[in-house]
Nanobody, 125 residues
Framework: QVQLRESGGGSVQAGGSLRLSCAAS????????MGWFRQPPGKEREFVAH????????QYADSVKGRFTISRDNLKGTMFLQMNSLKSEDTATYYC??????????????????WGQGTQVTISS
């Protein structure tokens, strides 16, 4: 079993940047494909980005493509989400998730066995 903990959330103005981190403990991060999801206020949780075990394959939701960058450091056991040019619609609770049954991430939430508790991101216009 792996425990995931997100950090780096906060409140910034539109156009600003934030860097989220997801730290894994209990098992090596390198055993998991990883993903970021978010849940805006009053809405369903949605896919943001995913990354393969090696880090070579990534995919983004259309809404964040070109603004967000997902990356990982398996030696440090941490995954990142660099968020630039933030918009008010990026306001959400952001979750990281781990998939131990595939080398590649997925945009489907059901593919992930482990989830963090979430970190709040608030963008003011």
């Amino acid at each position: 079993q792996v425990q995931l903990r997100e950090s780096g959330g906060g409140s910034v103005q539109a156009g600003g940047s934030l860097r989220l981190s997801c730290a894994a403990s209990g098992r090596a991060l390198g055993a998991f494909a990883m993903g970021w999801f978010r849940q805006p206020p009053g809405k369903e949780r949605e896919f943001v980005a995913h990354i393969s075990v090696s880090g070579a394959n990534v995919q983004y939701a259309d809404s964040v493509k070109g603004r967000f960058t997902i990356s990982r450091d398996n030696l440090k056991g941490t995954m990142f989400l660099q968020m630039n040019s933030l918009k008010s619609e990026d306001t959400a609770t952001y979750y990281c998730a781990a998939n131990e049954h595939s080398q590649y991430g997925s945009s489907w939430q059901g593919a992930y066995e482990y989830w963090g508790q979430g970190t709040q991101v608030t963008i003011s216009s």
